[in-house]
């Protein structure tokens, strides 16, 4: 079964102090780890998906990688409307097409 | 913009009543949807996935003749919460996609009074 480990639950930053999000994994063939954002009373935004070992992907002030067994998603220099939870999901190639297995997010804060 | 959308974004319905959502891809054909469920401060719960042409297939713990699925075309799924009640009360979202993007619909409040 697979499984999606987030931390910390909630993060708080001052404007501008730059840190990390993680997510740690275990699935059975990786077919994608996904980041999402999601804003209180909305569906998740999607940011990105890291297939293999070693890969990057930036937007703006995010940058997600992957390891083996976790992802790290940086935020540099965050502002205010950075606040949000963000989750991490992966897919497996055990299940149904498409299939995603959340973690329970990280909310993070950021205060001006 | 969005390319999964779901309606209504908000629906009050009495207990016993029962209550449709729509999900729709914009841009893509969607042979795969997929519905969550989630409770205030929790992650997404996966209900079911819904197979165009084809029975949902439905995740353990989730009755099957309380959330009905349907997935007849390839732009739209719609999920039926038939006799509700106030603990059917909560966020459902929709997600469609294909292999390196799965997208997510705004999600829709469902308050059962």
């Known amino acids: 079964e697979d499984q999606v480990t987030q931390s910390p639950e909630a993060l708080r930053l001052q404007e501008g102090e730059s840190s990390s999000l993680n997510c740690s994994y275990t699935v059975s063939g990786l077919r994608g780890l996904f980041w999402y954002r999601q804003d209180p009373g909305k569906g998740p935004e999607f940011l990105f998906t890291l297939y293999s070992a070693g890969e990057e992907k930036e937007k703006e002030r995010l940058k997600a990688t992957l390891t083996k067994k976790e992802s790290f998603l940086h935020i540099t220099a965050p502002k205010p409307e950075d606040s949000a939870t963000y989750l991490c999901a992966v897919r497996g190639s055990g299940g149904s097409n498409y299939k995603l297995t959340f973690g329970k997010g990280t909310l993070l804060t950021v205060n001006p | 913009g969005a390319v999964v959308s779901q309606h209504p974004s908000r629906v009050i319905c009495k207990s016993g009543t029962s209550v449709k959502i729509e999900c729709r891809s914009l841009?893509?054909?969607?042979?795969?949807m997929f519905w969550y469920r989630q409770f205030p401060k929790q992650s997404l719960m996966l209900m079911a996935t819904?197979?165009?042409?084809?029975?949902?297939?439905?995740e353990q713990g989730v009755e099957k003749d309380k959330f009905l699925i349907n997935h007849a075309s390839l732009t739209l799924s719609t999920l039926t919460v038939t006799s509700a009640h106030p603990e059917d009360s909560s966020f459902y979202i929709c997600s469609a996609g294909g292999a390196n993007t799965i997208y997510f619909g705004e999600g829709s409040w469902l308050t059962v009074v």
């Open positions: 819904s197979n165009e042409g084809s029975k949902a297939t439905y």
């Open positions: 841009d893509f054909q969607a042979t795969t």
